[in-house]
């Protein structure tokens, strides 16, 4: 069986642990390796979910190359506006950016950048690589700007960012990830490589609600782990459902036909009141596909199915 290979961008990050272990139980993916970015949670925090995540899921094969810190940070913005960013990050992912806890890592992170490591899989893997970021795009920008080849080299990018149609969720205009790093969003959306985008127009709206106790009802180690987190997060944060923003990213490299998808072009707005808002104008010969509409049943129903292989 030809496997697809991907590289998985992470900030883990609550829903990053599902799409994580997903892209593991999936015989249809070759997962190349994790790179990591600041977002959810300090780069310090990410790196270390993700690699005890790897020793948790038994799947210490799998190499973590650590990245940049998203570019909102101390340094780049006023301390009130870092603190109100802050605030909504712990708020979603608590202080770590996980509410579960997970054995300590086993294995360590390799010791090449998450940059590097992207362009040497595309260059070696030409027309073949899908790069899967489901956190700031800090990475990928990078890549593109120390390698302007990837353009040519990347099969394509499935992204999970950006609000298009619908309001924003860290401000009324702004969805996370791309508020994280504006101006590498922008880079990327407008770099030519064929882009598939899971923003909140169709991750918001696929959710499992706190009733729906038998959604994972197996005993894989990936079932167990998520059943506690989405416990915790029910338990903890008063919340009544949880939003399945990275699975479906992952879910629309897999089966892109559960996603209604419009041609646009995308740029995202990099200061004033709008910071961070993605802006989409209808072009049918757009590099960027944007997810419009999802069949929410069956993607969760398909989710599942993954999780539980």
């Avoid at 290979?5 to 883990?12: E, G």
């Avoid at 301390?79 to 608590?94: A, D, L, N, V, Y």
């Avoid at 959604?215 to 008063?238: C, D, H, M, P, Y």
């Avoid at 802006?279 to 999780?307: F, Q, R």
Wanted: net charge negative; aromatic share 6%; proline share 5%.
């Amino acid at each position: 069986m030809n496997k697809t290979k991907i590289i998985l961008d992470t900030d883990p990050g609550n829903d990053d642990l599902l799409a994580i272990i997903m892209a593991l139980k999936s015989e249809l993916l070759d997962v190349r390796g994790l790179t990591i970015v600041g977002g959810n949670a300090s780069i310090e925090h990410t790196t270390g979910n993700a690699l005890s995540l790897l020793t948790y899921m038994d799947r210490i094969e799998v190499p973590v190359y650590v990245g940049d810190a998203s570019a909102l940070n101390e340094a780049s913005t006023s301390p009130e506006e870092f603190e109100e960013f802050k605030s909504h990050r712990i708020e979603i992912h608590g202080e770590t950016g996980l509410h579960v806890s997970l054995p300590n890592p086993s294995i360590g992170p390799q010791k090449i950048h998450a940059v590097e490591f992207i362009i040497g899989e595309a260059e070696r893997h030409k027309g073949e690589l899908i790069l899967v970021p489901v956190g700031p795009l800090t990475n990928i920008a990078l890549a593109l700007e120390k390698q302007p080849s990837l353009v040519d080299w990347v099969k394509s990018i499935n992204l999970m960012g950006g609000a298009v149609n619908v309001p924003g969720n860290v401000t009324e205009y702004a969805e996370f990830n791309i508020y994280c790093d504006p101006e590498a969003a922008n880079a990327v959306l407008s770099s030519g490589i064929d882009i598939k985008m899971c923003g909140l127009d169709i991750t918001r709206v696929t959710s499992v609600k706190k009733e729906e106790t038998d959604w994972l009802a197996g005993n894989s180690a990936g079932e167990k782990i998520i059943r506690r987190l989405l416990n915790t997060v029910f338990e903890t944060t008063g919340r009544n459902s949880f939003s399945l923003h990275d699975p479906i990213t992952v879910l629309s490299v897999l089966y892109p036909e559960l996603i209604d998808w419009k041609e646009y072009d995308v740029s995202v707005i990099c200061e004033g009141s709008q910071f961070g808002k993605t802006v989409g104008t209808l072009n049918p010969n757009g590099s960027v596909s944007v997810g419009i509409g999802i069949d929410e049943v069956l993607a969760k129903a398909k989710i599942a199915e993954i999780l539980s292989e």
